[in-house]
């Protein structure tokens, strides 16, 4: 079935240092791919999301490109901020019926992302 | 808005107790998801609903776990006869998404209930 495999953590930067996070998926069709986050004592949160190959996802100064290639979806930030640190999942989502993607999604074990001042 | 609220936040009963959880989705979505998630993994999602209609059930929604959505708006997950096992961080999620519309479902989570079986 589909899955997605992404870097274990902890990953501990200082902080203007740039951050990936690899991502790689399996997948029998074309899905949409997300990145959330999940700041300490907060819900889930949408960070960025692509869907279709070649789409390049970004928010906050965090971008992620669909790579159909490599079934990857890397999750970069050129300068991280103390306010970065959270825990990151890559997720997948299959294609809904009539197009489009849905909320039945398939994430990652997460990784957690410290930055240090 | 005020956004996607679970209650309890935590939970801590006894193995072989029926717990119940509640979730209040965003005002007016239509969907709304249960996940659950264990320590150091990613959500699992577990099952939906359109409105009141529960669509889709994952593998892992053993039957001793129950979903009901009666009018369209609040939820309620019960597990019964809880098992170790069964601790883990339930989350909830809503979105507004039309049925027979392409379109990217944006989901909204709850902050969780902490369910510990001891």
Redesign the interface.
Known sequence: GDSVTQMEGPVTLSEEAFLTINCTYTATGYPSLFWYVQYPGEGLQLLLKATKADDKGSNKGFEATYRKETTSFHLEKGSVQVSDSAVYFCALSELQEYGGSQGNLIFGKGTKLSVKP | DT??SQDPRHKITKRGQNVTFRCDPISEHN?L?WYRQTL??????LT?FQNEAQL?KSRLLSDRFSAERPKGSFSTLEIQRTEQGDSAMY?C?S?L?P??????????????TQLSVL
């Open positions: 956004g996607v969907r998801y150091g993994q990613g959500p699992e999602f939906y889709e989350l999620a979105s998404t049925r027979t519309v392409a379109t990217n479902e944006k989901l909204f989570f709850g902050s969780g």
